[in-house]
């Protein structure tokens, strides 16, 4: 009988890979949770289409190159990065894992890269810092109460925060439809979503020792009903700001002195006005196909944008990146970095802080493979001549 290519769902030691993780929090969380990490706007077609564009990237490898000492290496904003990633911020990690900011943080730390902490975290970014340590990053979503924004640009410059992330692509939040059946009403699961949380004890215990997770950094500048988290994602629309404008991005750097950066940019125009207007740094992203449903990849505009303003600042991408390939296409093409969304969401869900170390752990190692594979020894080498992509021509050239 031939070998069928079946994949058992390992443990957190053996898993290979971001999808074996990805396997393994599927079956350690409640659907609901799981389908809150996953799922994307409406048909999922950003979704689908932000792995088809990274798939449709080819490598071209040079060889016979000495490749014994090479390096992932790299610097962000002037400092030593041992790996070229960040950790993206996520709103209530707490469903994930009891203590799941902490763990993100306390890992991102261990691998020397910066925790991007939401604005929806569901613990406070004074116990982060406290508790974690390590490169801080504060992302910002400014909600219809401006002085929401106001307390929390303060509450981060006090307690050392050393970037700003202001998330621009969620001014009417997206229509998430598997994550809203969850729901029977804001804060309210469907009886067969509670006993699907009875059958995971091991998700559940911590709970019960903890409380039900919270939007803490919201708490007293929320309504106390909107800051749980079991169904904060169907409050949180009636709170995003559709009015946010380029002025706040002037507010901000007038506020903030660290190191500012917008995350939602894919239009050159968009990339040239943000730097214009003092920013350090730019996110390509469309939020991990959370919001626009049929947006472009961020990895399609890359060179776009490269184009554009690729010499006066810092550009950072993400949405769609699980394997170090998909990390090495990115760097080529121009980015500094990439943020890490659901790659290390799977860690935390699968195996807490372990699980996020063992996510970062895999990508490094894939990433140094390739840059051998590629010939090449440092990310430096990795140039816009190492990427071909598949695609035909949409129209035939004339004649
Ligand atoms: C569960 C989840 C929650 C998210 N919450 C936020 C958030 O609070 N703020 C934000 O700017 N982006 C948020 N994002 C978007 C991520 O920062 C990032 O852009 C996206 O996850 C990248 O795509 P990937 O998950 O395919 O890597 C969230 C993404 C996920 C999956």
């Known amino acids: ?50 792995r088809a ?54 890992a991102a730390a261990a691998a020397g890269i910066p925790f991007t902490l939401s604005t929806f975290s569901t613990t406070r970014l004074e116990d982060v810092a406290s508790r974690a340590g390590g490169r801080l990053w504060m992302q910002l979503y400014v909600l219809t109460d401006r002085a929401i924004a106001r307390e929390l640009v303060r509450r981060a410059a006090a307690a050392g925060y050393e970037a700003l ?6 001014n009417v939040f ?10 029977r009403a804001p804060g309210r699961l469907h009886l067969r979503t509670a006993l699907d949380v009875l059958r995971h004890p091991g ?38 700001d559709a009015s946010i404008s380029w002025d706040d991005v002037k507010w901000m750097r007038e506020q903030w002195r660290g190191k500012l950066l917008v995350k939602g940019i894919l239009d050159p125009a968009d990339a040239e006005r943000a730097v ?5 740094g730019l996110v390509l992203s469309n939020h991990g196909g959370r919001q626009l449903d049929y947006c472009v990849a961020p990895i399609e505009v890359l060179p776009d944008i490269v184009r554009a303003v690729g010499s006066r600042t810092t550009l950072i991408v993400d949405s769609g990146f699980r394997r170090g390939t998909d990390v090495a296409k990115a760097l080529a093409l121009g980015a500094r970095a990439v943020m890490l969304g659901r790659a290390t969401l799977y ?27 590629l010939g090449c020894r440092s990310l430096d080498e990795l140039d816009p001549g190492r990427v071909r992509s598949t695609t035909a021509p949409e129209f035939p050239p004339p004649g």
């Open 1 to 50: 009988m031939p070998w069928k290519r079946q994949r058992r769902v390992p443990r957190l030691a053996a898993a290979l890979n971001i999808e074996d993780l990805r396997r393994l929090m599927q079956r350690r969380v409640p659907h609901f949770a799981f389908e809150y990490v996953e799922g994307g706007a409406e048909d999922e077609a950003t979704l689908r289409s932000n």
């Open 53 to 106: 564009a990274l798939e449709r990237l080819r490598l071209l490898p040079r060889t016979l190159v000495d490749t014994r000492a090479r390096s992932v290496r790299t610097q962000l904003f002037g400092r030593a990065l041992p790996a070229p990633f960040l950790i993206a911020p996520t709103g209530f990690n707490g469903m994930l894992h009891a203590d799941g900011d902490v763990a993100l943080a306390r």
């Open 165 to 170: 992330v202001f998330t621009t692509d969620a």
């Open 174 to 183: 997206g229509s998430r439809e598997w994550d809203r059946r969850s729901y």
């Open 203 to 240: 998700w559940l215990a911590p709970l019960v020792r903890t409380g039900l997770p919270r939007l803490r950094n919201l708490e007293g500048l929320l309504a106390p009903e909107a800051t749980t988290a079991l169904g904060g994602s169907t409050l949180i629309p009636k709170f995003v």
């Open 276 to 280: 214009a207007l003092g920013c350090d």
């Open 347 to 373: 860690g935390l869900g699968a195996g807490g802080e372990p699980g996020v170390r063992h996510a970062l752990s895999l990508l490094t190692t894939e990433l140094d493979r390739v840059l051998g594979e």
